[in-house]
């Protein structure tokens, strides 16, 4: 397995565009969820699904974020408008059956700069 | 509310030395804690966790519900423990609350 897979790497926009971050999870994996990092915050939980329904969003910053989970395989975050401060490092991670056990796969991150 | 504390954003060690990395919690409920550690163009990926009582790579870490603490340990670091190493909390059992990173570089 090549674990979650995140695209793209990296992505350089300017404020005002749309960016869409993309995330693979482990096959059979149950629950995704989206992390973003910044010097400043570290890590924060953005939201997470369990079997493709949004459990928890309240670590998205404001409505310009948005994510969606149409099928177990496939999972978007979008960033519409975008602005400069959200240039960060944004992860996703999945989880077989993670209540209880605390372990999260993670995957190798979108770089976002926005200018 | 539920916090993680990681006092530490750089720590600076010899080999052979002994390394601490700190961490803090607040949390009104039974703490589950974590520690997770990125190497260098690797994957954030679990250390260890507080419930197995197991030692990785060397190192441990004790809860201490009397200090809120849940320190990382190792008695003699070695170069390749040189990574970013974050300690969480589970939090209602189906959220991971993160620290903000302690950098650990260990000199030859």
């Known amino acids: 397995d090549a674990g979650v897979i995140q695209s793209p790497r990296h992505e350089v926009t300017e404020m005002g565009q749309e960016v869409t971050l993309r995330c693979k999870p482990i096959s059979g994996h149950d629950y995704l969820f989206w992390y973003r990092q910044t010097m400043m915050r570290g890590l924060e939980l953005l939201i997470y699904f369990n079997n493709n329904v949004p459990i928890d969003d309240s670590g998205m910053p404001e409505d310009r974020f948005s994510a969606k989970m149409p099928n177990a395989s496939f999972s978007t975050l979008k960033i519409q408008p975008s602005e400069p401060r959200d240039s960060a490092v944004y992860f996703c991670?999945?989880?077989?059956?993670?209540?209880?056990?605390?372990?999260?796969?993670f995957g190798e991150g979108s770089r976002l700069t926005v200018l | 509310a539920q916090r993680v504390t990681q006092p530490e954003k750089l720590l600076s060690v010899f080999k052979g030395a002994p390394v601490e990395l700190k961490c803090n919690y607040s949390y009104s409920g039974s703490p589950e804690l974590f520690w997770y550690v990125q190497y260098s163009r690797q994957r954030l990926q679990l250390l260890l966790r507080h419930i197995s009582r197991e030692s990785i790579k060397g190192f441990t870490a004790d809860l201490n519900k009397g200090e809120t603490s849940f320190h990382l340990k190792k008695p003699f670091a070695q170069e390749e423990d040189s990574a970013m190493y974050y300690c969480?909390?589970?939090?209602?059992?189906?959220?991971?609350?993160f620290g903000k990173g302690t950098k650990l570089t260990v000199n030859p």
């Open positions: 969480a909390l589970l939090s209602g059992s189906e959220k991971l609350v």
């Open positions: 991670a999945s989880s077989p059956f993670f209540a209880g056990t605390g372990e999260l796969f």
